[in-house]
């Protein structure tokens, strides 16, 4: 970990000039305190990508090489994949990791180095601001100052939170140790995986709210019957505060203040509705912490179901559940094997890899539905082994980069037609399996429409043991379908949402059979769904 | 409160910041004029050497597990700029998202930091912020110096011209309605706005169209601007049959003891045999100007004694050449209103009167802030920020600063007044309808203030040489 960060810095160092002179000096060449350890990613596995678009002299970000995957997977088993773990199962999409810089060119990339020149002189300043208040509450504060890790721990969290994005926030140690468990797929809480968004309203605020994306198998979740798509709106009867209550009342008294005193009672009203509704309310955040926390709790939880009218209304105890990633059975006539992929933790491949290598049918059915995604890594080993070096997903940085990332070259078993069943519950890096293995033209996607998240998420961890969780990009499919944006990814064969398990596992041997005389029937749908994209994923 | 202040060109309604704080010193050589800011404001000696000193030294203060807040803020800045998908952000032509704002993300991290001190009088000031502040310190502004208000018509109305400003001496009077601001109708306009017409740079001119009840028709007065020392004094004869002066201070800035003086003199020479001093919503302000006007009142001795980080304990005392008049013998009978806004500046002040039995209080139970900052100017940025620096005692060293049980609740501060008297909810909205009714009547307002009618009362009762049981009522509040 520590050889990691130090190359993370010194490698920034390189990128930074003049900045980095002083700021080496102050460290005294020690130690950064943030590493960036990538959700999802087996660490090392990251340097291939890091290389596609982080190498300056490559003018176009480049397609991962076979070489470069091949020494990575070798390492991937090496302890760089420690800090991987922690990210891997961490229900949100990863993207390759910056702790492994083992080469600091890796560092210093160009976009970000002009970025420096240009904001250095500001940058300097800011950080001469906060250093100099520091100093001044060290030597001046009358009373005893908290510890520095606690000072500091406020100083990012303030920071992070000033985003403004509900899916980007600081963790400390216990939370980020329940997401290193999440990441095993060992599950704490009431067992179901979340996610935040936020939903723009007229009167120019932005409304966020707690989605269910999937409950995890035997947890108190699936036993309540929380589906994918539900709205979590109360905790325990506390309101989610989704927006600020004072956003109103604020601008019923900018009014009065300046205008019109007769609003005064108004703006009296509305600020102790706001008022009650903060006191009888939970943030986001914390809300989303206590579910995903304790054994043995109950909780009540109001949910909003689309399509339902009334708020339902669940009682349930919290548990320590953990998933099995893959499970393995026959379907009924015998034809195929279906192969289960309940989450993308970093034991899913080889589960998979073994499930295939004892396989006694011609086709299989990867059933990637209610998988509610995890690291990239996973998912790209995943793809490999029934399509090698082929394509898995284009992510868009927050440069505006697209970077190409590749499927691993894991050793592929041999060609088999292949079903992905999806549904609802099939998100992020779920869905970007789906979609890569159907674009390769090696799988035909059935099922349902899939919950259409694509954001890559980043958990950076702190030498502490606290970390911070950070939206680092989106994900686009190979040919560029922006499946966030169109709600999800529609199969090449629609299956009725009401469909019994014997008719979807009918369905998908049927299709196994005969691969294009299914599609062709769905036809339509496909293209019409086809051009859609490739106008949206290219403005 | 907002009813019997607002409309003020100078100074906002709703007051923020400093005004919550009572500060010890600024270490700033200009504080007069912030705004000549080609100056670079002096950095105290232990600051630079702190400055100079390696941070090596600093990360070896704490444990290896632990994070120095400084090499951790600027970590998690370089990450957030290089690697954060700028979701909420509109992309730019390229779908390229931007990169987070390095000064609003530092001045987040500082926010949280400060934060986990658990005391809200330590607060950072951004340049804006800074600004605001110390022209509220200062007390001047530069305008055309008059007090405005809204009739219940809606229309713009001059409260007051302030003494010695280029409205007074343009003849403008109370009560002149203003039609158009530089020939702009100004009709249902906000009044901000209105504001934001009038007031310009110094030396420019501008022109308003009013009208007056006496006048038929609308006239044009213009006037050149200026600088404005804003009135943070109010007084009057209360009662002008028995003598009953009043004086009330908003808050303690620079202007404060020269505009008490003003007041004190004119109502000295006009026989005044009794005094009410209202304190009530006065936030606070400077410590030495808390020292300068309890001068005032006291003969000698300690003002407040002050604690230091490092646990001494140092008195400020009176200043004898700041008695200005014979007041601080005990001449004639003193009341000082106070409520649950007094603080800080203002309890070192009653605290004093009420130790020393210069006067008695009366009102409700004062806010509870025994705490000192000191405000620090930073070289980077114009931004400055507000530290707790002291603890303070009043004269006979009782601690007033609020104190918490384990729930959280208060269990303790403030100053208790003499003679309890409450002003409801009730008694207030009386006021304001009074107030709206008529901008112009403030005999009508006051008549309406049951804790001034009070005072008035037991004022006249001590002239006329009744007394009035001030321990039983402070008895019966405890």
Redesign the interface.
Known sequence: MTTNDREHRTG?GAAEGVRSES?R????G?I???S?VTVATAAAMAVGAQVAHRVPAAATPIVSTAENFTGTVSAAAAPASANAQVAQATPVNGRPG?SSANDPILDA?AG?SA??DD?SL??T???????????????????T?????????????????????P??FFLDPDQRALLDDESKGKYQGIGAVTTIR?IKQPEGY?EYKIFVVDAIPGSAAEKAGLKPGDVITHVDGKWVLGSDPFLKANKLFDKI?????DDEDAFRKEYESARKRVLGGVGLQSAQMQLRKGIGDKHDLTIQRPGVAAPIKVALTTSQIEAEPVSVRRAPDGKATVIKVNLLTDKAPAAVKTALAGIRTRGVVLDLRNNPGGGIVPAQQIEALFAQNRAFAVE?????KKSKLAASSATATPPRPLVVLVDKGTARTAEALAQSLGEAGVATVIGGRTFGDG??H?L?S???G?G?M?????LLSPRGLDWQALGGITPQVALASGASEEEVLAKAESVLEHPTQAVAAAAPAATSHTGAVAGAAR? | MRSLIKGFVAVSIVSTGFLCGLTGDVLHGFVQNPHTGALIPTVPAARVARLLAPAAAHAADGDDAGLPPADTYVSVLNILQSDYYNVGAPATAKAVKPAPDTTRLTYAAIDGMLATLNDRYTEFWTPKEYRDNMQETSGNFVGIGAQLDLTKTKQVIIIKPIENSPAIRAGILPGDIIVAVDGRAITGMDLTKVVELIRGPEGTSVRLTLQRKAKTGSFDVTMRRAVVHSPIVDYRMEDPVNKIGYISLQMFNEQADQQFDEALARLEAQGMKALVFDLRNNPGGLLNIAQDLASRFVDSGAIVWVKQKNGEMSSLDVKPDKHRSSLYKGVYPVIVLVNGNSASASEIVSGAIQDSGAGKLLGTQTFGKGLVQTIFPLDSGDSAVKITTQHYFTRNKHDINKKYDANNKQIGGGITPDYVVEFTDKDFDAQKEALRNDPQNRDAVNKLDPQLQKADQILRDQLAGKTTPAVAQQAAKS
């Open positions: 920034r700021r000096k102050r460290g005294g020690a950064a305190f943030v960036g910056r990339s970000s970025l420096d904001e500001g940058t300043a800011d950080k001469r601001t906060f250093e100099s208040v520091y100093d001044l509450v060290q030597d001046h504060y009358v009373d100052l908290p510890n520095d890790t606690k000072m500091a721990h406020g100083a990012i969290r303030s920071m992070i939170a000033s985003l403004a994005d899916n980007s936020g932005t203040r300046d205008h019109d005193p868009i940085g927050h440069n505006g954001m890559a980043t950076y702190l030498r502490d606290s911070f950070l939206t680092t990009g989106k403005p």
